[in-house]
């Protein structure tokens, strides 16, 4: 983590449609390097905080910087292109392309061709896809994707698919990448698999990372500092260890004071955070494996 100026500062943003309040003065910073997540219970403001960190949404009031830079009244692709993607809730794939098509359409906002004469393979546009093509082999060798590069996506795990559609964000070169749920629907190994993956990434690309999440297990596991949100508001921004611990972050889980609901809580909240061996192994057998991939194509 380093000191000085934040990447991205949030301040006082306030978010409403029509008489709903989605966001209600929300301030915080996100320090280059860091991996920062944003937790709260259903309609807790989540989703539409990544909306408009992405240009989605133009909030109310308040404002937010990227690198010292107003990010707000800028579209999503002026946003993308100065260096922050997303990944979706729901897998946002074309099924019927292959893994390396699909993680070429990461490069494409950077290409002046346009997407469909990249697809009908003429002129400038055929040399900007070379390019992007071979542009993005090192990151489907880093996201251990390259056996599978020209298979159909539609015939790949569900796990695999969310792997790739996270090396077609990569794909966009950021600086901050923002997972919206990236776990959603996921057992525990596929959990600890992606896990490593995101890891993995974020040490290889230096990369800083805003992640919605409801698994606690996952956050504590990963996440450096958290943000809770509850109707809209900040009710703790602190590291996992200390957020589980916070009364008004138990209470906003459970919804109510009784003494004995909120210990059962506390212990649910905090078993994500005994152990971070299963997720640390795994990224790092992640980069062997990304490593011996890369070698061994190398070789060939
Ligand atoms: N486009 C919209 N139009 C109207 N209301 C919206 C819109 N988007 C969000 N809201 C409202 O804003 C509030 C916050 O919603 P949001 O989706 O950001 O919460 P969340 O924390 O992401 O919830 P979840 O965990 O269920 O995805 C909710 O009351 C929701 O109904």
């Known amino acids: 983590m380093t000191t000085g100026k934040p990447l991205l ?44 960190l992405n240009g989605v949404y133009k909030p109310t009031s308040g404002t937010v910087e990227f690198e010292g830079q107003p990010l707000l009244g800028r579209k999503p692709a002026d946003i993308a292109r100065l260096g922050i993607a997303r990944t979706f809730q729901n897998l946002a794939l074309f099924e019927e392309m292959t893994v390396l098509d699909n993680v070429v359409l990461g490069r494409h906002h950077f290409m002046k061709a346009g997407v469909l004469s990249g697809m009908l393979w003429f002129g400038r546009a055929r040399r900007e896809e070379y390019e992007a093509r071979r542009d993005c082999m090192p990151l489907i060798e880093l996201m251990g994707l390259s056996d599978i590069r020209n298979e159909l996506v539609r015939d790949l795990p569900y796990g695999v ?53 409801h698994d606690m297990a996952l956050v504590t596991k ?16 602190d590291k996992p260890s200390v957020a589980v611990n916070d009364p008004r972050v138990i209470r906003a889980y459970i919804g109510g004071t009784d003494e004995k609901v909120i210990n059962q809580a506390t212990a649910g909240l905090k ?3 005994a152990s971070t061996d299963t997720t640390e192994k795994s990224a790092s057998d992640a980069k062997k494996e990304s490593v011996s991939t890369a070698t061994s194509e190398d070789a060939s």
């Not at 209600?24 to 259903?42: H, L, Q, R, T, Y």
């Not at 990569?170 to 596929?190: F, Y």
């Open 9 to 52: 500062a949030v301040r006082n943003v306030k978010l409403t449609f029509g008489g709903i309040t989605a966001i209600k003065d929300v301030s915080f910073e996100v320090e280059k390097g860091e991996f920062f997540a944003i937790i709260g219970p259903n309609g807790a403001g989540k989703t539409s905080m990544l909306n408009v």
């Open 161 to 213: 698919k969310k792997r790739i559609e996270l090396a077609r964000a990569l794909a966009m070169r950021p600086k901050l990448l923002l997972l919206d749920e990236p776990v959603a629907g996921m057992n525990g190994p596929e959990t600890a698999e992606l896990a490593s993956w995101v890891l993995n990434a974020k040490r290889e690309l230096d990369l800083t990372i805003i992640m919605i999440e």
């Open 222 to 237: 990963v996440a450096d500092r958290v943000l809770v949100l509850d109707f809209g508001e900040v009710i703790c921004c």
């Open 271 to 273: 078993e994500g955070s």
